[in-house]
C-alpha cells in the first residue's frame, strides 16, 4: 500500500527535521504509541495499540531513521508483530523552505499481513492515510508547544 501526503508549516525546515528525529515528539504523535525507547544510533524499540475496523491489539516493533541528510530528508523504517498479525513500512520524508515555513512531503510504503490483513487493503489504506494525516497535524501542535 503507498500512501502520500504534503503538509505545510509555519517553521523552518530545521525545526520540522529536528522534531520529526526526536523520540519524544515521535512518541507523542504516533497514534498508540505508549513507548519509544533508544536502542542505539537512531533506532528505536516501540509498543503500540493500535486497531483497524474492529481487530484491534498491541504490537511491539522497531523504528530506525535512516538515509539523513538534515534537514533536507530522512527515511523512516517501523516493523511490528503482535496478535492481530503484522506490520511493516518506510516513509521517505522531505523538507523544503516555503515562504517563512517549511513543506512536508511524506512517501509512504507499507504491508500487513496476518489476521489484520484480513479487513482488505482499502480499510488498511483509509486507516494509514488516517494515521498519517493525524501524525503530521499533531508534529505541527509538538512544535507550537516548542516555541
Not at 505545510?8 to 520540522?16: D, I, L, M, T
Not at 520529526?20 to 544510533?41: F, H, N, S
Not at 541528510?69 to 508483530?81: M, R, Y
Not at 482499502?122 to 501524525?135: C, P, Q, T, V
Request: charged share 30%.
Amino acid at each position: 500500500m503507498k500512501i502520500q501526503a504534503t503538509h505545510e508549516y509555519n517553521f523552518p525546515p530545521e525545526k520540522v527535521f529536528t522534531a520529526l528525529i526526536d523520540p519524544a515528539v515521535l512518541q507523542k504523535c504516533i497514534e498508540g504509541c505508549e513507548r519509544m525507547e533508544k536502542t542505539g544510533e537512531d533506532s528505536y524499540d516501540a509498543k503500540l495499540k493500535i486497531g483497524v475496523a474492529g481487530i484491534k491489539g498491541n504490537y511491539i516493533g522497531k523504528v530506525r531513521i535512516a538515509e539523513k541528510k538534515p534537514p533536507e530528508s530522512f527515511t523512516l523504517q517501523a516493523e511490528g508483530n503482535g496478535a492481530p498479525g503484522w506490520v511493516k513500512g518506510t516513509a521517505k520524508i522531505q523538507i523544503a523552505p516555503k515562504g517563512e515555513g517549511s513543506e512536508l512531503q511524506c512517501d509512504a510504503d507499507g504491508q500487513a499481513g496476518g489476521l489484520i490483513a484480513a479487513v482488505g487493503s482499502r480499510l488498511i489504506e483509509a486507516a494509514g492515510k488516517k494515521m498519517l494525516n493525524d501524525f503530521l497535524r499533531k508534529i505541527g501542535e509538538q512544535l507550537k508547544r516548542w516555541m
